[in-house]
């Protein structure tokens, strides 16, 4: 059993059956959709999609506050941070896995773009990721970060057969419902929760049209409240 928490954008706070906690895509700081007066207990592990704001702006702050165990990322946005003097950083790469105990992490390809900000300048943060995971129970999740649609989501699906896909919907910087809903089908998830809509004013993709379009194939569009948890 694991308790989903979707902190607003792409942020989200897994805890699973041992207790241990990870973060997904932390942006807490300034983020429209996180919910107020929510507060963290524990963070065991980070993982991040790739290098832009809306996706690490609180890599630093978790690190510091709550030492985690592992910070996994592809291995240039890791070792930004481990410059950065976060500590346990783990460096990856597309196809790889790391088991953290308590979830492995595979990543997989994502199509989108990665760099820091670090002061004036515009780090290289080299390729944009997705992360597999897989429960100590066998159960498979896959959390695509920000991508467009790709023919190689069927692959995900015949590899790994993940049940629930977490799925950006916004649009303009990555699919909208239209290619989301079609990226459901090629995952052949039976539920799908949405994200990275509704906190800049380009991302006007919402849930209900993501579900308007899966209607008829038997795949859930589970829609979160943030700072709500729920039980998958």
Known sequence: MTKITWLGHATFELQFA???????????????????????????AVAFSHGHFDHVADVIPVAEKFAPKHVVGIVEVAGFFEKKGVKNTVGMNKGGSVDLGFVKLTMTHAL??????????????????????????????????????FSEMALIAEIYRPELAFLPIGGFYTMDPVEAAYAAR???????????????????????????????????????????????
Do not use: C
């Not at 820091?116 to 159960?139: H, I, K, S």
């Not at 990275?196 to 380009?202: I, K, L, N, R």
């Not at 849930?207 to 008829?216: G, I, S, V």
């Open 18 to 44: 041992s207790g241990d906690v990870l973060l997904l895509d932390p942006w807490i700081t300034g983020q429209p959709k996180y919910p107020k007066g929510h507060k963290m207990e524990r963070v065991d």
């Open 112 to 149: 989108h773009t990665s760099s820091m900000q670090d002061g004036d300048n515009v780090v290289y943060g080299g390729e944009a990721a997705g992360f597999l995971m897989t429960l100590p129970d066998g159960r498979r999740a896959y959390f695509a970060g920000d991508t467009s649609i």
């Open 186 to 232: 090629l995952l052949k998830v039976k539920s799908v929760i949405p994200m990275h809509y509704g906190t800049f004013p380009a991302l006007v993709g919402k849930p209900k049209e993501l579900e308007q379009h899966l209607k008829d194939d038997g795949i859930k569009v589970w829609e979160l409240q943030p700072g709500t948890p729920v039980t998958w």
